[in-house]
């Protein structure tokens, strides 16, 4: 059994996709912990009705007198990584992380460690996507799964999925149009990672499948 620690900053939709669709397809895995850099954050009620262990790492807790910005982050990295090692995950899925990762952390993390981001890579990393791609007059918009390397919204695609920009669509409805996606593409992703279906050559990822990697 692969065990997979899901980290969470908020709502947690896709974090709640990966959990049921791991439970109703049986996969070879379990869902060791839930795990948010914010107490508040909805998805750890779900995770804890579901009986599933969750931790809170609060990163507004690292800001110590005399640190400066970057001290924090790694301290809080630091910590963070010491409460998942806790859960000996062979899978880290960042599901709407709202955090930049510190070199150290995605190092200790290389190649088991994934995220979705919600714009087609490598166009729009970043924040505020979907209206960067209304503003730009895009067509398509969309979501891609990715290994977390160093470099923020980087790293091997896994997945991607495409949505239509339609007449009078704003950031909400395009947002609410692809996460639609993103909930069968994510779980799809995680399954073919615990399974051994994917398989990094190059900095490139190879389906041993060959199943479609795209979704629409
Ligand atoms: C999702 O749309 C995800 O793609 C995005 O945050 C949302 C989280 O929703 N992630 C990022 O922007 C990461 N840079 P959720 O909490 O309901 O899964």
Redesign the pocket.
Known sequence: MKRIVIL?????????AIVRACAAEGWPAQIAAVISNKPDAA?LNFAAAHGIATAVVDHKAFRQPGMDAQQAREAFDAELQRVIDGFAPDLVV?????RILTPAFTAHYAERML????SLLPAFT??H?HARALEMGCKFVG?TVHFVTAEL?HGAIVAQAVAPVLPGDDEDTL?AR??KL?HRMYPQAVRWFVEGQLRLVDGRVEQLSGASQSFS
């Not at 969470?8 to 709640?16: A, D, H, K, L, Q």
């Not at 960042?94 to 709202?98: E, K, Q, Y």
């Open positions: 969470i900053s908020g709502r947690g939709s896709n974090m709640e998805g960042l599901a709407g992380f709202m995220n979705i981001h919600p970043g924040l996507t979501a919204d947002s692809v996460l993103e």
